[in-house]
């Protein structure tokens, strides 16, 4: 006897074509297959044959197919590999930020709001009377003739100094921010899959500030042995290696890269699961696999103050839960003056949005 499949009630969902249906489950597969189209193909089709994804009048060779003729996936024509395109990539972190963050409307400005009123590009919704030195731009003519009436009548209208108010607006502050998504093998040990939460993190940040706020900049750092960038168009194709954890050439690369940015506000996400377990000296790795490696950690203290005296914050998400891993978490935390998060991976995207939007609030030139 089949069992009955329940899931939450989506009113949308009913008005889905067959395609955008499979499309939904294809682009959450390509996340995890790292963007590996004939995998994600082949998941596909076993789970249409567990749970009846298709019918009689659209099966999946109908799929695939208008999946080419809408450009979402490539073929080469001489050796027949299939490759998403770069549309199905925006699609993907598209995806990532609703899942996570929820729609947001895009904006042209930098949409950073601070304390500090003034010159901004954002209208306060709070007025105040005029004072030497106010702008013709900031009166508000409405409310300022509102008050010329009734102080003065209309019979014998006047406006005065005293009748005038100004409607401030608020400036927006610019924002660089380094994402760090830690790529040694323990990413995927112990069966728990830790890096895809962490790709679909950073594709949604990614479109997040690329369409909220696209005058911030946003670089993002992979470490294990090493550390490098990657692209945003290659996160959905991020994928663990057989290394060990550098925390330090990360954060080494991270602060190079935040040197060469010329907004005042800067700060780190970094988001591992593991203790540091590498250094590289010279040409030589030195590694230590077993506890806290006091030359690696002493090593991640000095750059953690290095980035408090040049004030970079380091928020690190830790999605991991061993209580000797915490306290080397808290240690450098505190040497930072920053901020750590002991997320579980369902709730890792709920955290980094709720303190990367705070921080745009709370954000002072």
């Avoid at 993190?201 to 750092?221: F, Q, R």
């Avoid at 040049?310 to 901020?339: H, W």
């Avoid at 750590?340 to 990367?356: E, H, K, N, Q």
């Amino acid at each position: 006897m089949r069992a009955h499949n329940f899931s939450k009630y989506d009113p949308n969902e009913n008005n889905k074509t067959s395609f955008e249906k499979l499309l939904d489950f294809f682009m959450q597969l390509l996340t995890y297959t790292s963007g590996d189209v004939g995998e994600a193909l082949s998941w596909l089709t076993e789970l249409d044959k567990e749970y009846n994804l298709t019918n009689d009048e659209y099966g999946m060779g109908d799929f695939i197919e208008e999946l080419k003729d809408k450009g979402y996936i490539d073929e080469n024509r001489q050796n027949g590999e299939i490759k998403i395109t770069p549309k199905t990539e925006q699609g993907i972190r598209k995806r990532s930020l609703e899942e996570i963050f929820g729609k947001l409307k895009k904006t042209k400005q930098g949409n950073h709001n601070t304390f500090k009123p003034g010159g901004g590009d954002e209208i306060n919704p709070e007025t105040r009377p005029f004072q030497f030195g106010d702008t013709l731009e900031q009166i508000d003519f409405t409310s300022s003739i509102r008050n010329a009436q009734i102080n003065h009548g209309i019979d014998s209208f006047m406006m005065h100094e005293d009748d005038l108010e100004i409607r401030e607006t608020d400036f927006k502050g610019q924002t660089s921010t380094v994402l760090m998504i830690d790529i040694s093998h323990s990413m995927i040990l112990y069966g728990e899959d830790r890096i895809t939460p962490a790709k679909k993190v950073a594709m949604a940040l990614s479109e997040l500030i690329t369409t909220k706020y696209p005058k911030d900049t946003l670089d993002i750092v992979v470490f294990g042995n090493d550390a490098w960038t990657v692209e945003i168009k290659d996160l959905p194709y991020l994928q663990v290696g057989p290394y060990h954890t550098n925390t330090v050439a990360g954060l080494q690369l991270a602060m190079d890269l935040l040197r060469r940015r010329k907004n005042p506000n800067k700060q780190i996400f970094m988001i591992t699961d593991g203790k540091p377990t590498c250094l590289k000296i010279g040409k030589r790795y030195y590694k230590n696999s077993f506890g806290v490696d006091r030359r690696i950690l002493n090593r991640c203290m000095n750059l953690a103050a290095q980035c408090k005296k040049i004030k970079i914050p380091i928020t690190t998400f830790m999605i991991a839960s061993d209580p000797y891993l915490q306290r080397f978490v808290t240690e450098f935390t505190e040497t930072n003056n920053g901020k750590a998060f002991f997320a579980s991976l369902d709730r890792l995207g709920a955290f980094i949005f709720r303190d990367f939007e705070s921080g745009k609030r709370k954000t002072v030139y």
